[in-house]
């Protein structure tokens, strides 16, 4: 009895943290704060302009929804963040309709941060030079204007990795062509052997190596310039924007405005009032029902709680109105895992079974059931989250995943341990009226 009273203690000592955790990190200058969606807390909406003229007309459709994306990759890193991104035809009917691209990021105010983390990417080019520029080893004042296309650009580009060199150790950035792009880089190093090979990222040279020999195998490396700390930073921001890839139709921003919370800050009162309102009617019930495994069903509750709550800063994730809703449902669940726990004990009671057996046997009869329902809506939400590509969906199967996962941990974990630190052995008249429901004597 001692060992159990020991567990129920540690239990509720740490969702006490956790809920400690839960209040005190609730506030706006907090990096563990709620974030809140774009329909209960604004953000920022960019408007992109594609320019499809050079694509032919059976191709625009494949090419908007890889520029789609590409985009939700540079927004949303994790996946729960829940940007809206949506592919839209403006004006002209068919294959003349303008393409727009739309994104809506919640919670963000920094439209240039917002701007920069969309719409960058390095621009990579090589080139020949002119023929006073070949015989000249001077590189500055030089623009791209003096240069000769090669048709080899970041397009072409399989991957980028930063490596050091052997024997200064200074950084440097190996590129990795296609097969397109290291048959084109076979082509033009074989037949320019001797001529300088210049290297543009945004329009900036980087450096103008000879070409020795044909090159094969689609290799080049970008070197020079990488001093010290903050060149290696340097390096490894330019490996990752590379890998990001050039986008598949070029973009132009048209319009950028803050947006404001479509249900705003009086609705998330609103709902806050609610959900408090429903916890209270369900413990009303829960206890009035089920007397004082009702009440440690309250406690259950209280704990699955503040423990989704901490989960939603720790990962952290975009709650909106879908994700609110994915987690009502799954304390609806949790409730209901601790209804049929109780209806088995009340079974097994009315059995003639001890007090103490009733409880372990009414969780063991129950669990099975709990298993399979709560397995069916996990893997409902796993589904959901791995084939939707609309974010609001996959936000609210993380949503509703995390409660169903939490839900199973306090109702066969949080309760049962809570249930047998009651005294229990030869109990008496009081505590086996107790463990009764409502509709018994």
């Known amino acids: 009895m001692f060992k159990r009273r020991f567990w129920a203690l540690i239990l509720l000592v740490l969702a006490a943290l956790v809920g400690y955790f839960v209040y005190s990190t609730n506030s706006a200058d907090s990096k563990h704060n709620f974030k809140l969606g774009l329909d209960l807390n604004g953000g920022i909406e960019l408007i992109y302009k594609a320019d499809t003229s050079g694509i032919a007309a059976a191709d625009i459709a494949g090419k908007m929804n890889s520029l789609k994306d590409l985009i939700e990759k540079r927004v949303n890193v994790f996946g729960v963040s829940e940007p809206i991104i949506q592919v839209e035809k403006v004006g002209l009917v068919g294959s003349n309709a303008v393409q727009q691209l739309v994104v809506d990021l919640p919670g963000q105010t920094d439209i240039a941060g917002a701007i920069a983390q969309v719409g960058k990417t390095y621009v990579l080019e090589f080139r020949f030079p002119s023929e006073e520029l070949e015989k000249s080893t001077s590189t500055l004042d030089v623009t791209t204007k003096d240069f000769e296309a090669t048709g080899l650009t970041g397009a072409l580009l399989e991957k980028a990795t930063l490596e050091f060199d052997s024997n200064t150790g200074a950084p440097t950035v190996a590129l990795q062509f296609n097969k397109e792009g290291a048959d084109l880089f076979a082509k033009i190093t074989r037949e320019n052997v001797g001529r300088r090979l210049a290297i543009f990222l945004d329009g900036d040279i980087k450096s103008m190596p000879v070409i020795r020999e044909e090159i094969t195998g689609g290799k080049a490396s970008i070197s020079g310039g990488f001093v ?214």
């Open 228 to 441: 010290g700390s903050e060149g290696i930073k340097e390096a490894k921001d330019l490996v990752n924007n590379l890998n990001l890839g050039a986008l598949p139709i070029p973009i132009e921003l048209i319009s950028t405005q803050s947006v404001g919370a479509s249900l705003g800050t009086e609705a998330v009162r609103a709902s806050t009032h609610a959900g408090l309102w429903a916890f209270i009617v369900i413990a009303l019930f829960l206890i009035i029902w089920y007397r004082l495994p009702g009440l440690l069903a309250v406690i259950s509750l209280a704990i699955y709680t503040a423990i989704n709550l901490a989960l939603f800063k720790l990962i952290p994730v975009t709650l909106t109105a879908a994700g609110i809703a994915g987690f009502i449902l799954s304390l609806g669940m949790a409730v209901d895992a601790n209804i049929l726990i109780f209806e088995r004990m009340k079974e097994e009671l009315a059995r003639g079974r001890e007090l103490g057996d009733a409880i372990k046997e009414g969780f063991a009869r129950a669990w099975l059931s709990i298993r399979d329902s709560n397995t069916s809506s996990i893997i409902t939400a796993i589904i959901l989250y791995a084939f939707s590509s609309t974010p609001v969906v996959k936000g609210f199967a993380l949503v509703f995943g995390l409660g169903v996962i939490v839900s199973m941990f306090t109702a066969i974990t949080a309760s049962r341990t809570l249930l047998l630190a009651i005294k229990h052995d030869h109990a008496g008249r009081v505590i086996k009226f107790l463990f009764h429901n409502g509709a018994s004597k």
